[in-house]
């Protein structure tokens, strides 16, 4: 694109001079990878005015659940506009907005939005229930809500409502609310109509409410905000269950994510000319950063095939609008090859994509490339608190390395492979917990600066928990985890959240939940209960259970009741026995 051959040199004290680090010792398990091309140096939406001014008439955002198109100048112009009226409804830089919502245009406007004037945007998962939303609300201090009204089997608006009554009767404004003190506005919009005048409780805004507000902010005065904006003010907060404990918030900056999102298009050869189909979720960092902001960061489009995920809509898609790519989690990719029609559908347009969220088979990874034309589909790495992308393969990789590797570091990042206990660098190919270093980790855990310590160490690197070893090139081949966190079809799932939900059925005196593998998902979840002595369930019991107050995603799968649990002599469960004794019956019985 020629609107950005002119080079802006970062001015960032540590950005390294391009290049391979050459080290003497090349038998140790660090790799810095270096780039050409600098770092950027400006917030979001200024690079989005570039890229805007560059490609006006082209398609921006293509909804098709929606039945609309944006351009580049309308996406920006709309963009705007709602910024304006974000400040003229009280919100400031560093003020927090959640979006509980599906795939839609309206959540990214929304992204581009709270970006433009500084607020950060804190994505909640469509499929939270109250429980979970009220951690997520309480957490980041939300102050606005953007919500839809309902979505497939759930009704946010009951949800919202059986959280908060007070609401039934009053605004958010007119007094502090008992248990969210922040939070005081609500906008609720339908994806079908966003600016139908539906409000179903005192004191809601719908989407022409808040639009109506932004006459009173000129275009001075928002370009005065946006110009205040700092690369390294946060942007985003994005839930995950990080390395311990309960879910996390991640704060993430401009700096972080803009980086991560246009080195990843640097990689995969995206410009102006490609459109991506994006049937995963945009809540996630994989459809937030490698997908909405990796597009708009060079001028390509974004294809919403589908508010939640749909193998016949997305292979629809592709057809319809020419995709040039497509991302997935192999979950994704195997419906999508399984599906009755896939041989109607012509899928020769595309080129290029990430498949990433969970191991990835290689006889899969074959049938992409082989069925659905996509030759130079990648293998994605990273996590959360990166931003999220860490490493990536390229169209240039052998066979082998495409398959059975994840790749090397993105420019301007470092890696290495540390021994779990001793925390020194290992030799190659020898297996460690994989570290990163560079411009995309974390500011750190929103308001929990322990987890934070505990997460990036004193020199800035991030332990991710996971197992892998590297290769004298820097290609590095993930083996396991340390952390339990379970990882099913790309969802994050930490099993103390369900464990403490099953603790709190009457009849359940323990709980244990851990992952076991599983050929289409990666994972699934398993539970081990035991029950109160002369007490008697079913697992459907325990499942509905579980129902009530988790997202479908995180429900057990397998639920064994026992009557004991393996422990060490102090009297900790020992998962991985538990895991082994479940792997070797599941196998005895396949």
């Not at 609720?188 to 179903?200: G, K, L, M, N, S």
């Not at 999220?388 to 169209?395: E, S």
């Not at 310590?453 to 985890?481: H, K, P």
């Not at 026992?562 to 002599?569: G, I, K, L, R």
Request: charged share 25%; proline share 6%; aromatic share 8%.
């Amino acid at each position: 694109m020629r609107c950005f051959r002119r080079r802006r040199v970062s001015c960032r004290g540590w950005l390294r001079l391009p290049g391979r680090l050459q080290m003497p010792d090349r038998a140790k398990s660090y790799f810095h990878r270096g780039s050409l091309d600098p770092l950027l140096g400006v917030n979001i939406p200024a690079r989005f005015a570039q890229v805007a001014s560059c490609f006006p008439q082209r398609d921006a955002v293509v909804s098709l659940p929606q039945q609309r198109r944006v351009s580049y100048a309308a996406l920006k112009v709309a963009v705007d506009e709602l910024a304006r009226a974000l400040l003229a409804t009280g919100f400031a830089p560093g003020d927090r907005i959640g979006i509980w919502a599906p795939n839609n245009i309206e959540w990214v406007l929304l992204q581009m939005a709270t970006a433009r004037i500084g607020v950060v945007l804190v994505n909640i998962n469509p499929a939270d229930r109250s429980r979970e939303l009220r951690y997520a609300l309480q957490r980041s201090q939300v102050q606005g809500l953007f919500m839809i009204p309902r979505f497939r089997h759930s009704d946010y608006v009951e949800s919202l409502l059986e959280l908060i009554p007070e609401l039934k009767y009053e605004a958010p404004r007119e007094r502090k609310l008992s248990d969210f003190p922040y939070l005081r506005s609500i906008v609720i919009y339908d994806p079908e109509e966003p600016d139908a005048a539906t409000r179903p409780f005192p004191g809601c805004h719908t989407w022409g409410d808040i639009h109506e507000s932004a006459q009173a902010v000129t275009m001075d005065e928002l370009d005065a905000v946006t110009a205040s904006i700092d690369v390294d003010d946060p942007v985003n907060i994005q839930y995950t269950s990080g390395t311990t404990g309960s879910p996390k918030a991640v704060v993430l900056t401009h700096h972080n994510i803009l980086n991560n999102a246009r080195f990843a298009a640097s990689e995969m050869r995206f410009t102006e000319h490609d459109r991506l189909a994006v049937p995963v979720p945009f809540y996630h960092c994989f459809g937030m950063v490698l997908s909405n902001l990796m597009c708009l960061s060079v001028g390509a489009c974004v294809v919403i095939p589908c508010e939640h995920f749909d193998a016949l809509q997305v292979l629809q898609a592709i057809e319809a609008e020419a995709c040039t790519a497509v991302h997935g989690v192999p979950t994704m990719f195997i419906a999508e090859l399984e599906h009755p029609q896939f041989s109607e559908f012509d899928l020769s347009t595309l080129r290029t994509g990430i498949m990433a969220g969970a191991p990835c088979p290689s006889a899969l990874m074959k049938r992409v490339m082989e069925q659905m034309h996509c030759k130079e589909v990648l293998i994605g790495y990273g996590q959360t608190e990166a931003s999220p992308l860490t490493h990536l393969t390229t169209r240039d990789d052998s066979m082998d390395r495409r398959i059975n590797t994840v790749g090397k570091n993105l420019p301007h990042q470092e890696v290495k492979i540390v021994d779990p206990e001793s925390r020194q660098t290992v030799p190659v190919e020898t297996v460690g917990e994989v570290c990163f270093r560079g411009y995309h980790i974390m500011k750190g855990y929103y308001r929990d600066e322990s987890a934070t310590r505990e997460a990036v160490d004193e020199n800035g690197w991030l332990a991710s928990g996971d197992l892998g070893s590297m290769d004298s090139d820097g290609y590095v081949r993930i083996t396991g985890r340390r952390k339990e966190m379970i990882i099913r079809g790309g969802e994050n799932i930490y099993p103390r959240e369900i464990e403490d939900v099953i603790f709190t059925h009457p009849k359940v005196m323990e709980a244990a939940v851990f992952g076991v593998p599983d050929q289409l998902y990666g994972e699934q979840v398993m539970a081990w209960v035991q029950l109160h002595p002369d007490q008697t369930a079913a697992e459907q019991e325990i499942r509905d259970y579980c129902r009530e107050h988790l997202a479908h995603f995180k429900i057990p799968r397998y639920i064994w009741f026992v009557s004991e649990f393996p422990m060490t002599v102090t009297g900790k469960l020992q998962k991985f026995r538990m895991r082994d004794i479940a792997l070797q019956k599941m196998n005895a019985q396949a």
